[in-house]
């Protein structure tokens, strides 16, 4: 199976691996005292799915919190905040 | 209305799970006492049809604040749903001696669990011996698999961590993302599990996340 190119480079955070932990535990984890449980290879596909979409608008958020964020070099008056 | 099944704990903690916490569907959290063993359940409309990443966080959430009230809580795998309360109560009563067994074992425990990228020395340094030849996809698979086992087995903090922890249980993230450390911890000894793993130089990029539910240590050792 290929990595994801999105979670596949030094940028796996702590936040990043600790919601992979969450996820697999959650979902492989536990007491088990029902026969109907089913988590089908789906259902892990489409989590890890939704797992990739939220890094990636965390990361876009970060990119533009960064881009919008005040630049050190210009003086931001006091009454600009209004 | 169905119920849904979150952790399971001994009866004699049931008074303390606190009683504003929203599950699922915002639906309050409440017990239901059984004589030893009690169920930390909500009710649902219906069962979650899948996993989604809210619906897992939402579990998680709700295991994590009656732990955080102090109660050594067994977490219950993801999604199980039971017609109504009495259905979950039989389902309970029927395999919750095994359960009950192993919450008075580790009473007063809560799993910790070490978190390492595939790229950190110690669970980069572990040399698996590979397959002489590999012969086609389902032989590429299995290799695959032996690999993964092949490495787990060789991973072991036990050692360095020694009384300060009852147990530990090693496993894979899916895609060789990582390797994770359950280990089951007296409450009391937490602070000082978090200063020997912070401490120890391999570990200088592990992350530690807990007290958590038992998840790892939830069933008996297999």
């Given at each position: ?23 697999n535990r959650v979902l492989d984890k536990g007491v088990v005292i ?49 | ?222």
């Amino acid at each position: 199976m290929s990595r994801d190119p999105l979670l596949d480079d030094d940028a796996y955070e702590p936040e990043q691996l600790v919601l992979s932990d969450l996820v697999n535990r959650v979902l492989d984890k536990g007491v088990v005292i029902s026969s109907q449980i089913t988590i089908s290879i789906a259902d892990v596909d489409l989590i890890h799915l939704d797992l990739r979409v939220l890094i990636s608008a965390v990361a876009s958020l970060e990119r533009r919190a960064a881009a919008n964020a005040p630049r050190a070099d210009v003086p931001v008056r006091a009454d600009s905040q209004r | 209305m169905p119920t849904y099944l979150y952790g399971l704990i001994l009866s004699d903690s049931a008074d303390r799970v606190p009683r504003d916490v929203r599950g699922i569907g915002a639906g309050v959290v409440r017990v239901l006492t059984g004589r030893v063993l009690s169920a930390v359940v909500g009710t649902v409309d219906a069962a979650p049809e899948r996993a989604t990443l809210e619906l897992v966080t939402t579990h998680d959430a709700v295991l994590q604040a009656v732990v955080n009230a102090g109660i050594t809580t067994a977490a219950a795998r993801f999604r199980q749903t039971f017609a109504d309360d009495d259905d979950a109560r039989r389902h309970v009563e029927e395999h919750g001696e095994r359960i009950a067994r192993v919450l008075q074992e580790y009473a007063g425990c809560v799993e910790m669990r070490v978190l390492l990228r595939d790229t950190d020395p110690l669970a980069a340094g572990v040399a698996v011996p590979s397959a002489a030849r590999i012969s086609g996809p389902g032989q590429a698979y299995l290799e695959q698999v032996r690999a993964q086992h092949a490495r787990v087995t060789h991973l072991a903090l036990a050692p360095m961590l020694g009384p300060m922890i009852q147990a530990e249980r090693v496993s894979m993230l899916p895609d060789d993302r990582g390797v994770v450390f359950a280990h089951l911890v007296k409450r009391d000894r937490v602070p000082g599990y978090r200063d020997a793993i912070q401490g120890h130089p391999a570990l200088a990029h592990a992350t530690v996340v807990g007290p958590l539910a038992l998840y790892s240590f939830a069933e008996p050792e297999p």
